[in-house]
């Protein structure tokens, strides 16, 4: 499986984003997939996640402002962001997990793309 992360970009706070993870192979979907970021000098933090069913969840600090959706069609999961502050600028990662389930711990996770930089400028 291969995970190819697009839509990263400079952006100035208010601004939004929408990311693309593109997966190849059969099991996306059947799978759930997840969005984490890593900030330089942080550790890779949980963002959002989408089971193969559609159902999501995020992490209170994108709460009402970014939202995962997935197209299985096209083998692609999305995350459009808006309202973005300089803090959420990170490398966003996208991957794909385990099961069905989509959890937040990075164990839940077995495949990782390459990562997409997003700059929020203040």
């Known amino acids: 499986v291969q995970l190819q992360a697009s839509g990263g970009g400079l952006v100035q706070a208010g601004g939004s984003l929408r990311l693309h993870c593109a997966a190849s192979?059969?099991?996306?979907?059947?799978?759930?997939m997840g969005w984490y970021r890593q900030a330089p000098g942080k550790e890779r933090e949980f963002v959002a996640a989408i089971t193969s069913v559609g159902s999501t969840n995020y992490a209170d600090s994108v709460k009402g402002r970014f939202t995962i959706s997935r197209d299985n069609a096209k083998n692609t999961v999305y995350l459009q962001m808006n309202a973005l502050k300089p803090e959420d600028t990170a490398v966003y990662y996208c991957?794909?997990?385990?099961?069905?389930?989509?959890?937040?711990?990075?164990?839940?996770?077995?495949?990782w793309g390459q990562g997409t930089l997003v700059t929020v400028s203040s």
């Open positions: 192979g059969s099991i996306f979907s059947n799978n759930g």
């Open positions: 991957a794909v997990s385990r099961s069905s389930y989509a959890g937040r711990g990075l164990a839940d996770y077995r495949y």
